[in-house]
């Protein structure tokens, strides 16, 4: 199987959250085609109509991971309108410029060293503003203080020679101040740039996404995720897209994914159309035709003149498959006799391939099928066989197989991408 479609999984798991009342009454009464929303605050309902499309953004640590779907009738299934996308824009991006900032008041050196020979202390620094971090909300008028460990105070006189106060007044970083505490004030300007860049990228992603022709009419966004329960990534979604579309934010917000990705698992039929994330295709030979073939990919065998390394697509990027869409395929083995058929799996983010030699082509899985030595009534080295290849789109997997027709051997493929 091709995981290749995990990153659909944001909007099914989220939307089952969302819907899960819904759904039930749907159950109880057939004729109706409305969806109940409740909003993070829990005061009011919004009504989600057959024909309504919405966006899911899951605001992660590492990443952000953005869905589109559109809600279809009779039974309330959903179709996906644009194939998943992100970025690395996670809640992590402010970490790092937090790590950025201190750099630049104590040295890039320095922090290198301190993260290698006090680890634990580094740790503890990084939870300390974690838990201030979570604190951070727009408008705030008075500063946040986070604790520095003593052993970091201690290694930076001993690395420097100065005291951590001293580095601060040189670094004429005024906003961040120091505290007679032993603590490092970050003042609200502080935080809001440690903010901004990731909160800039992840609403110039979510307009680039709605610019797409298949996003036209989009009348929700949702916000879900850990990072979504930072009141500055709210505020700045609400200032940003407030008055293209309806921005709602779901009570336990951060449990969101978790509890749909349960709830799915009791109805994986909901989303019924979705959008390949890469063209898929296998690597075949084709007869060689001169002047319309490279001649680096000639290959000659029993006389017979072949083009390699031709990538046979099953579907392209962005394409729509619906739930247990098959595509087949058959070929017939480049030598009679032949006794394995090894069938190389490939993918890529493009469309216009045409080799797997081409940039951005890498193989993700291979199937391997051993032929049996002789059929019945034919003469052995002379038979020429059809093995049928498929491929099963449009879940959250995909499932690849091929046949020896003649023998009716099967054979699975069994595809791991983190090992590709």
């Known amino acids: 199987m091709i995981n290749g479609f995990y990153n659909d999984w944001v909007s099914e798991r989220f939307i089952f959250v969302l819907c899960f009342s819904a759904r039930e009454q749907l159950r109880k009464a057939r004729h109706s085609r409305t969806f109940l929303v409740e909003s993070g605050t829990g005061e009011f309902w919004s009504e989600m109509q057959t024909g309504?499309?919405?966006i899911v953004?899951?605001?992660?640590?590492?990443?952000?991971?953005?869905?589109?779907?559109?809600?279809?009738?009779?039974?309330?299934t959903l179709k996906e309108l644009y194939k998943a996308s992100g970025g690395p824009y996670g809640a992590v991006g402010v970490d790092l410029a937090f790590e950025a900032m201190l750099c630049q008041i104590f040295g890039e050196d320095f922090i290198d060293s301190f993260k290698a020979k006090r680890p634990a202390a580094w740790v503890d620094l990084t939870i300390a503003f974690e838990a201030r971090k979570r604190t951070a909300t727009p408008g705030r008028s008075n500063g946040l203080n986070i604790s520095l460990p003593f052993s970091f105070i201690d290694y930076y006189k001993r690395h420097r020679g100065q005291s951590v106060e001293t580095a601060l007044r040189k670094s004429n970083m005024n906003i961040v101040k120091w505290s007679s505490q032993g603590m490092l004030r970050l003042t609200a300007e502080a935080m809001n740039e440690l903010f901004q860049p990731t909160i800039n990228n992840i609403i110039k992603h979510i307009e680039e996404l709605m610019k797409k022709q298949?996003?036209?009419?989009?009348?929700?966004?949702?916000l879900v995720g850990g990072?979504?329960?930072?009141?500055?990534?709210?505020?700045?979604?609400?200032?940003?897209?407030?008055?293209?579309?309806?921005?709602?934010?779901?009570?336990?917000?951060?449990?969101?994914?978790?509890?749909?990705?349960?709830?799915f698992g009791l109805d994986p039929t909901v989303v019924r159309v979705r959008r390949c994330p890469l063209t898929y295709g296998v690597g075949v030979l084709n007869r060689f035709v001169e002047g319309r073939h490279p001649r680096d990919k000639l290959l000659v065998k029993e006389g017979r003149e072949w083009c390699t390394d031709i990538l046979d697509r099953f579907v392209s990027v962005d394409q729509s498959v619906a739930l247990g869409e098959v595509v087949r395929r058959s070929y017939t083995p480049a030598r009679t006799g032949q006794r394995k058929i090894i069938i190389n799996i490939y993918c890529s983010a493009t469309d216009d391939v045409v080799y797997i030699s081409d940039p951005g082509v890498r193989k993700c899985g291979a199937i391997t099928l051993d032929l049996p030595e002789a059929l019945p009534g034919t003469v052995a080295g002379v038979e020429r066989r059809e093995i049928r290849a498929t491929m099963q789109f449009g879940d959250t997997e995909i499932k690849v197989m091929a046949v020896d027709v003649a023998s009716e051997r099967t054979v699975r493929a069994t595809i791991d991408f983190l090992s590709n």
């Open 52 to 54: 309504d499309r919405y």
């Open 57 to 76: 953004a899951d605001c992660g640590g590492g990443t952000v991971d953005l869905t589109v779907h559109q809600i279809e009738q009779p039974q309330g």
């Open 214 to 222: 298949e996003v036209q009419g989009v009348r929700f966004l949702f």
């Open 227 to 263: 990072f979504a329960e930072s009141p500055m990534l709210q505020q700045a979604v609400q200032n940003a897209l407030g008055q293209t579309c309806r921005i709602i934010i779901p009570q336990d917000v951060g449990l969101t994914i978790l509890k749909g990705a349960v709830l």
